[in-house]
């Protein structure tokens, strides 16, 4: 059975960092792209980044670009998501993902694995 265990969420003020981690279990964690989606109340889960199996390829949502970063430990089975000069308007729930290919993708389609969603908060 295949898990997607996220930790690092949290409370932060604006301008602070947090960085997220998920741990995947029950699968070839190096033979699939991984991403980070987010939901914000009343709103759809969003693409945040994306990473290919190798690691050499990402992609960055651009409210995020220059202040995330995306990155994986193929020998630990874990991608993480280091975040920086956090805004309140990155509040949201942070959703870990596994998909069915190696390219670094962006739609929810793709997705073949869910993580339980850890909780972000940004206060001003």
């Known amino acids: 059975q295949v898990q997607l265990v996220e930790s690092g969420g949290g409370l932060v003020q604006a301008g602070g960092s947090l960085r997220l981690s998920c741990v995947a279990s029950?699968?070839?964690?190096?033979?699939?792209?991984m991403g980070w989606f987010l939901r914000a109340p009343g709103r759809e889960r969003d693409v945040v980044a994306t990473?290919?199996?190798?690691?050499?390829?990402?992609y960055y949502a651009d409210s995020v670009k220059g202040r995330f970063t995306i990155s994986r430990d193929n020998a630990k089975n874990t991608v993480y998501l280091q975040m920086n000069s956090l805004k309140p308007e990155d509040t949201a729930v942070y959703y870990c993902a596994s998909f069915l290919v190696k390219a670094a993708v962006t739609t929810t389609g793709l997705v073949k694995y869910w993580g339980q969603g850890t909780q972000v908060t940004v206060s001003s």
């Open positions: 990473i290919s199996s190798s690691g050499g390829s990402t």
């Open positions: 029950g699968r070839t964690f190096s033979s699939y792209a």
